[in-house]
């Protein structure tokens, strides 16, 4: 193998890696918009539940 092939290889790998850890990042950061989204709903419900009594 050539050094070009083998760096080629590298790079091919190291993207593979890269982007694999963006997907996760991605994937935590929907899960925590999720609750953010779930809380403040858990939130109104309580003050509506409050301000009735």
């Given at each position: 193998?050539?050094?070009?092939?083998?760096?080629?290889?590298?790079?091919?790998?190291?993207?593979?890696?890269?982007?694999?850890?963006?997907?996760?990042t991605?994937?935590?950061?929907?899960?925590?918009?999720?609750n953010?989204?779930?809380?403040?709903?858990?939130?109104?419900?309580?003050?509506?539940?409050?301000?009735?009594?």
């Amino acid at each position: 193998m050539s050094v070009k092939s083998i760096l080629s290889i590298g790079v091919i790998a190291l993207s593979v890696v890269a982007f694999g850890g963006c997907a996760n990042t991605i994937r935590g950061a929907g899960k925590d918009t999720a609750n953010v989204v779930d809380a403040t709903q858990s939130a109104g419900h309580n003050v509506g539940t409050a301000a009735r009594r």
